[in-house]
């Protein structure tokens, strides 16, 4: 083993051990400072001006913007520095300590995606001895895998500001220009209590809801039909009923119906403003029946992502990779960035098919590959 790919592995067991959880489950979220740090500290020897910024008001969570060179533009390369919790007694070896076996290293992170860091560092080493015509940006952020916080904080920010960004999420090094966006949503449907006896005491929520019901059933199936699109696995928009809560006795008109769903859309059907849509129509139904219907968000939404076939960076990667770009049934923080001015895609080393889940690991003959290709984008952007 060379000496360089030791030094990529001393940097991922430093990354996979130093443990940043991140999750909506209070009793599972950690920060992920240790990590930024190490980062940080990495690139700030090799020449790169660093910037923390909190992202949590406690400082525990946190974004690094670490740049090579100055001016407008550049390339950026950008991960999470977040992992999803992990099941331990699932794992062969301890999830926070790298191990290598079978021309693998397995480790929490490993390909989602602390590994995609000491890659990117040793794709920027090469670099660091010639002027820069423009800047090349590592970007490090905070709790994709629960809020995109991180993310959201650099959209509002207004930074990092590069020409184009490469997301290295794991697509085993395809790129990737597509993919649906998340809503979780909720419906209150508030009526009116009364006795059982006679309907015209109350407005039933759980009869004005079997309407709401069938609306988003009616809803579901002209989404798919306007705003299919092939390039998805699952073709066409979907929208699942998750759970449904209302009511407490047989005799009583139930006052109160909630359910809950989940909604990825298209980007074409997000474009067309689907949210609007569905809103009035619940309101015409709240007019027909009495009840109050209350539809809002469960969770921030991540907005779908499509970066145009023919643009600059789509078509770099796909010469560079010999594959065509495609879409993925993952979201990512790929419309953040894309948000900031930026042409996104993704493409890292790994497969997601091996992120969340028990003895992730990260296939060692990705590394050389992965590096060649990011020295070819930022010989491209930078120089
Ligand atoms: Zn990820």
Known sequence: MSQHEQQIIRQLQALVGTASVSST?????????????????????LGFATEITDVSEDGRKANLIATLGAGPGGLVLAGHTDTVPFDEGRWHSDPL?????????YGLGSTDMKGFFPLAIAAARAFVDTPLKQPLIILATADEESSMNGARALAAAGQPRGRAAIIGEPTSLVPVRLHKGIMM???????????SSNPALGVNAIDVMHGVLSELMLFRQELAQRYS????????PTLNLGCIHGGDSPNRICGGCELHFDLRLTPAAAAAGVRQDLEQRLQRIAARS?????LRP??????????????????????????????????????FLQALGMETIVMGPGSIDRAHQPDEYLELDQIQPCIDLLQQCIARYCL
């Open 290 to 294: 009495g009840a109050g219907i209350a």
């Open 229 to 236: 699109n092939s390039a998805f696995e699952v073709a066409f």
């Open 298 to 335: 469960l969770v921030e939404p991540v907005p779908p992502f499509e970066q145009a076939a023919d643009s600059e960076l789509v078509r770099l990667a796909e010469k560079l990779t010999g594959h065509s770009a495609r879409a993925v049934g993952f979201a990512t923080e790929a419309p």
């Open 97 to 105: 300590a790298l191990t290598e076996r079978d021309q693998r290293l």
């Open 185 to 195: 949503e909720s419906i209150q449907v508030t009526g009116s209590a009364g006795h």
């Open 25 to 45: 489950d209070p009793s599972w979220d950690q920060g992920n400072r240790g990590v930024v740090e190490l980062l940080a500290g990495w690139l700030g020897d």
